[in-house]
C-alpha cells in the first residue's frame, strides 16, 4: 500500500470524534494494514482502552502482532472466536486478558463476553474493534448478524463506547452493507 493511503486511513480516522460507530469497508488487498492504522491510532494518538473481537486471527497470534506494531497490550482485552473452534489450546495465564468464546455461531456468548470487557474497560476513552463481519457471515445468516450488530451498536452507545466494524467489501452484497451501515454514525471505504 502506498505511503499516501495510509494517511488518508490515519487522517480519516484521526478526525472521528469520540463515541461514534464506524463501519470501515476495505478491500482484502489492504485489510491488514488498515486494521494496524486504526489500532495505531486509537491506542497509540488517541490514548484509548478497547476491546479486539478476532474472528480472524488467534489471540497469540494477535498479540505478538500489536506488541510488534508497539503497542500497549494491557490497554485492550481480546474476545477470541478462533482458537476453539480451530481445535487450537487454549493457554489461560495470570493477568490473561483475553476471553474465549467456544465458537463463531455463538452470538450470545460472545455478546455476554463483550458486554464483560467493555464493562472492565476504564469508563473514558473506550473502544471495540471488530475485526470482521464478514466472517460472522461465514458462520451466521445475514438476518442473524444484523440483529447482532444492532443490539451492540446500542449497547456500545448506552455505555459511551466507539465502535470500529470491518467488513470485507467483496463479501457481503449492497443490501447488507446499507443495513450494517444504518447502525453506524460513519461509513469508511478503503
Known amino acids: 500500500m502506498a505511503q499516501k493511503s495510509e494517511k488518508e486511513i490515519e487522517q480519516k480516522i484521526c478526525e472521528l470524534p469520540t463515541e461514534f460507530i ?9 485489510y491488514a494494514i488498515a486494521q494496524e492504522i486504526v ?11 478497547g476491546a479486539y473481537v478476532t474472528f480472524n486471527r488467534p489471540y497469540s497470534t494477535l498479540k505478538a502482532s500489536i506488541e510488534k506494531m508497539g503497542l500497549d497490550v494491557s490497554k485492550m482485552f481480546f474476545i477470541d472466536l478462533i482458537t476453539e473452534s480451530a481445535g487450537g489450546t487454549v ?6 486478558r483475553c476471553f474465549y468464546v467456544s465458537s463463531p455461531k455463538n452470538l450470545t456468548e460472545l455478546s455476554i463476553l463483550m458486554e464483560q470487557a467493555m464493562l472492565r474497560l476504564p469508563s473514558d476513552k ?16 445475514s438476518d442473524t448478524v444484523l440483529r447482532f450488530i444492532h443490539a451492540l451498536t446500542g449497547k456500545m452507545r448506552l455505555l459511551g463506547i466507539t465502535g470500529i466494524i470491518f467488513l470485507l467489501e467483496k463479501e457481503s452484497d449492497e443490501k447488507f452493507k446499507a443495513q450494517v451501515a444504518q447502525f453506524c454514525d460513519r461509513v469508511i471505504t478503503i
Open 126 to 141: 473506550r473502544f471495540v474493534f471488530i475485526d470482521s463481519i464478514s466472517t460472522m457471515l461465514i458462520y451466521n445468516d
Open 91 to 96: 493457554q489461560r495465564s495470570a493477568g490473561d
Open 39 to 49: 489500532l495505531k491510532v486509537l491506542i497509540g494518538k488517541k490514548g484509548m482502552n
Open 22 to 30: 464506524a463501519l470501515i469497508i476495505s478491500s482484502s488487498d489492504i
